[in-house]
Structure formats: structure tokens, C-alpha cells
């Protein structure tokens, strides 16, 4: 299985910053990677597609990284409604597999 | 709009039989090469990817669950199906249904409890 690890696990940030969220594969999976965000009690949705592919409706404040093995989410001037989990997930090769997600909370 | 909807069981006993359908509706569970997945997430963890179904019937399942997980799909109901044997407390989770990545349903919360 390829394991995706992400970093940090939790961030504390303010209104208008800028954070960025890694994703580093156990291996090569080229750009076949996705981000999620998850609010509480909701299903996870998708920002990012095949790395760098933003979803139709998603806020240009959110940007995607990166190939093979490295990949980042970056949200730029964090808005109230940003504070949510964020789950990186690889689509390369089955089983499908998730990181362990980042907690972004308020500062 | 494509819309996903789960349903089954809520409450399921030790060493029972976990069966979920999912409704698709807004489009053809026929159409277009899309894989129809299931995941789950036990409460306050993460993502676990269960498997998923192509149109043709191809499955791949992840191989932690593959001796009890069977997802099939139903083309004259426009629905897929999960059904997972010999559950335990662990198997406690909300269960989503998603076509891809893109399209998730709001997810069913299955309790594996006597």
C-alpha cells in the first residue's frame, strides 16, 4: 500500500494568513493526488484534483502542488469558513489511501 | 446535479452482516468510466477506502477488508451496494458512498453494537 503522510497534523492560524498543508507519498504516485476539506459532520469535499486541478466553485485562495512523491495545499488570506480538516488522498494505484489529515484551527 | 444517497442498516450486532445501498440519481450509474467507491471513517478518525465498482463490474477492494467486503451493482435501480460480513465494534463508522472523487452522499452512520 502506499502510505501518504501529512504535516502538521493540526495548525493554528488567523484570518488572512497564508498556511500551506504537505502530503509526502511513500512513493512515486506522479500527480494522481487529491485534497479534501472536511467540515464536522460533512462529508469530505474535493478542492483539488490531480494535484493542481481546482474544482469547479472552489475559491482561487486554494492551490495545489507538486509531483512524485511531494505535494502541498496552500490557502492563501484564510477566510472563517477555511477552518476545517484536510485530508490528501492518492488515486495512483488501489487500495486508494488517505492521510491522516490536517486540523486548521482559529488562533 | 448527481446526488448520492445511503441507506441500510444503522444498527448491526457482532458478527452480523453490514449492508448499504447506494441511490444515484441525476445521472446513469451506466454512463461514462467512473469508478463507484465506498469509504468509511469511524468516529474522530480518518479515511479508509473499503473499494469500488466499475459499470462493467469490476471490483478492487482494499485488500484489509477483502475476505468480508462484496460491492455489486444494480443498473435497472441506478444503485450500488456494500455489504460486509462478520462485522465488529471496529467496523463502527460513517459509511460514504462517492462516484470518483468528486461526488460524495452525506454518509450513514453504521453501529456495530449487541
Known amino acids: 500500500d502506499i502510505q501518504m503522510t501529512q504535516s502538521p497534523s493540526s495548525l493554528s492560524a488567523s484570518v488572512g494568513d497564508r498556511v500551506t498543508i504537505t502530503c509526502r507519498a511513500s512513493?512515486?504516485?506522479?500527480?494522481?493526488l487529491n485534497w479534501y476539506q472536511q467540515k464536522s459532520g460533512k462529508a469530505p469535499n474535493l478542492l483539488i484534483i490531480a494535484a493542481s486541478t481546482l474544482q469547479s466553485g472552489v475559491p482561487s485562495r486554494f492551490s495545489g502542488s507538486g509531483s512524485g512523491t511531494d505535494f502541498t495545499l496552500t490557502i492563501n488570506s484564510l477566510q472563517p469558513e477555511d477552518f476545517a480538516t484536510y485530508y490528501c488522498?492518492?488515486?495512483?494505484?488501489?487500495?486508494?489511501?488517505f492521510g491522516q489529515g490536517t486540523r486548521l484551527e482559529i488562533k | 446535479q448527481l446526488q448520492l444517497q445511503e441507506s441500510g442498516s444503522g444498527l448491526v450486532k457482532p458478527s452480523q452482516t453490514l449492508s448499504l445501498i447506494c441511490a444515484v440519481s441525476g445521472g446513469s450509474i451506466s454512463s461514462g468510466y467512473y469508478s463507484w467507491n465506498w469509504i468509511r471513517q469511524p468516529p474522530g478518525k480518518d479515511l479508509e477506502w473499503i473499494g469500488h465498482?466499475?459499470?462493467?463490474?469490476?471490483?478492487n477492494y482494499n485488500p484489509s477488508l477483502k475476505s468480508r467486503v462484496t460491492i455489486s451493482v444494480d443498473r435497472s435501480k441506478n444503485q450500488f451496494s456494500l455489504t460486509l460480513t462478520s462485522v465488529t465494534a471496529a467496523d463502527t463508522a460513517v459509511y460514504y458512498c462517492?462516484?470518483?472523487?468528486?461526488?460524495w452522499g452525506q454518509g450513514t452512520l453504521v453501529t456495530v453494537s449487541s
Open positions: 512513493q512515486s504516485i506522479s500527480t494522481h
Open positions: 465498482i466499475y459499470h462493467s463490474g469490476n471490483t
Open positions: 488522498q492518492q488515486s495512483y494505484s488501489t487500495p486508494i489511501t
Open positions: 462517492a462516484r470518483g472523487e468528486g461526488n
